[in-house]
């Protein structure tokens, strides 16, 4: 199936990968998942802006043991389509994680550079533990040596946009997740 999305001066051609309903059966599994683990553990979730934010909503109401949320932005795009070497990142959690259990919330994970990067910072702040939480996981793209123990779809090396994901900071709030075809 083909959708059609407007973006100003051209038109593109967007292929749907992974439909409305099955997104939420996956979170909520996710969320489950968590849910059993994080049992009196009082864990806290990061979400890695912009992209986590429709996933991130999604998965808190799905997990059932009391959580706190923090932010941190961070990308390694630089409005492009392919991951940098450099990774841009401001904020960071305003409580103390010493002795937490981080959840590293991202919306997709693929050279792996960013979640490294944010796992480095983090770790000085002496948490009990780290694990990362994704959507959208392009192993096939990865560059660096990462976890990822909750991980929602492999999706390849496609660019991806949809469901919080973005081309140029645009298309987010499409509620489903659409491969952009090559020109």
């Known amino acids: 199936m083909k959708v059609l999305v407007m973006k100003p001066q051209e038109l593109h051609k967007l292929e749907l990968l992974l439909p409305q309903d099955k997104i939420a059966k ?3 599994k996710l969320g489950r998942q968590i849910s059993e683990d994080y049992e009196d553990k009082d864990p806290i979730l990061i979400g890695v802006l912009k992209g986590c934010v429709v996933f991130m909503a999604d998965l808190v109401r799905s997990i059932s043991v009391p959580i706190e ?15 940098e070497e450099k990774v841009d990142m401001s904020g960071g959690p305003e409580i103390s994680i010493k002795g937490r259990h981080v959840l590293i919330v991202e919306g997709v994970v693929d050279s792996g550079r ?18 990362i939480v994704t959507l959208l996981d392009k192993s096939k793209c990865r ?27 645009k298309y987010r709030n499409l509620p489903f997740i659409g491969k952009v075809a090559n020109e």
């Not at 932010?71 to 492009?80: E, L, Q, R, T, V």
């Open 26 to 28: 996956v979170i909520k």
């Open 69 to 83: 949320m923090e932010f941190i932005s961070a990308s390694s795009y630089a409005n492009g389509r392919t991951p």
């Open 114 to 131: 960013t979640v490294q990067t944010i796992i480095g910072q983090l770790r000085q702040k002496e948490p009990a533990s780290i694990e």
């Open 143 to 169: 560059l660096v040596d990462i976890d990822i123990k909750y991980r929602g779809f492999d999706v390849g090396d496609d660019f991806v946009i949809g469901y919080g994901l973005d081309e140029a900071q």
